[in-house]
Nanobody, 123 residues
Framework: QVQLVESGGGSVQAGGSLRLSCVVSGWTATRGSLAWFRQSPGKEREGVAVLTYDDRMLVADSVKGRFTLSRGNIRNSLYLQMNSLKPEDTAMYYC?????????????????WGQGTQVTVSY
């Protein structure tokens, strides 16, 4: 059974930074992709960034230059460093995984999801 556990969310002021972590169990790092999504109340889930098993990376234009994706020493872990945070970054952030290769940010392509961690950015 695949399980994803996110951590690192919190409340910060605009311009601040946070680092989100995701640890995945029951999943094969040598084949699948890991990604971060976010969702605000009343909005659709939005893809933030994805990292494939062979280290291809895709970052959404809305966060490019501010957010950085990386993999931990344990390949079943994924980190999202978020700098220069804006109030519009406020959302629940979810870690997601695919079983096979996928290089994209369409939510329905991901079959495994964590419970999410809340990020709140105030003015």
């Amino acid at each position: 059974q695949v399980q994803l556990v996110e951590s690192g969310g919190g409340s910060v002021q605009a311009g601040g930074s946070l680092r989100l972590s995701c640890v995945v169990s029951g999943w094969t790092a040598t084949r699948g992709s890991l990604a971060w999504f976010r969702q605000s109340p009343g909005k659709e889930r939005e893809g933030v960034a994805v990292l494939t098993y062979d280290d291809r990376m895709l970052v959404a234009d809305s966060v490019k230059g501010r957010f950085t994706l990386s993999r931990g020493n344990i390949r079943n872990s994924l980190y999202l460093q978020m700098n220069s945070l804006k109030p519009e970054d406020t959302a629940m952030y979810y870690c997601a995984a695919t079983r096979g290769f996928y290089y994209g940010l369409v939510a329905r392509a991901y079959g495994h999801w964590g419970q999410g961690t809340q990020v709140t950015v105030s003015y």
